[in-house]
């Protein structure tokens, strides 16, 4: 039997396979963009977080101390935005990070590995000359969603 390329398209399409929806995913608990862009948006069982740098949420000020301190309070503003839009660092799927002084990799790596401790993402580091608000690092992840409980 044979079944055509359009029958299959809308097989696919009643099923919301290639649907297309989007939401815009927000909280208190990491820091409130400053200029157009969302926290995270969910599309399609994925979850994607904009670029966060380490600013405490509260006094939307970048945290002292340096490159690890500022990766802890990224990846806590991460662990929020995700938690907000139904997921755990547990289901990313790929980090990018972004660092002012590649000599800081090592410092970055540790914190990082105190939290990706199995089932490691994927991830890219790159080296920047600059970041927003005068920080040393940056990063950015995308998620999948996991399948909803009933």
């Not at 380490?54 to 301190?69: C, D, Q, S, Y």
């Not at 105190?114 to 920080?135: E, I, Q």
């Amino acid at each position: 039997m044979k079944t055509s390329f359009l029958s299959i398209l809308f097989l696919f399409t009643s099923m919301g396979i290639f649907a297309q929806n989007k939401e815009i995913i927000k909280t208190d608990k990491a820091p409130v963009p400053i200029a157009p862009y969302s926290q995270g948006i969910k599309a399609n069982g994925f979850l994607f977080l904009s670029g966060q740098i380490g600013l405490n949420p509260t006094t939307r000020k970048l945290v002292e101390g340096g490159t690890e301190a500022e990766t802890v309070q990224i990846i806590e503003n991460i662990k929020a935005i995700l938690m907000a839009g139904g997921a755990k660092l547990e289901d990313i799927v790929s980090t990018t990070i972004y660092l002012k002084n590649m000599d800081d990799f090592q410092k970055m790596n540790a914190v990082y590995g105190k939290y990706f401790t199995s089932n490691f993402p994927t991830r890219s580091t790159v080296g920047v000359s600059g970041l927003a608000g005068g920080a040393n690092i940056e990063i950015t992840v995308t998620a999948l969603l996991p399948p909803r409980r009933k």
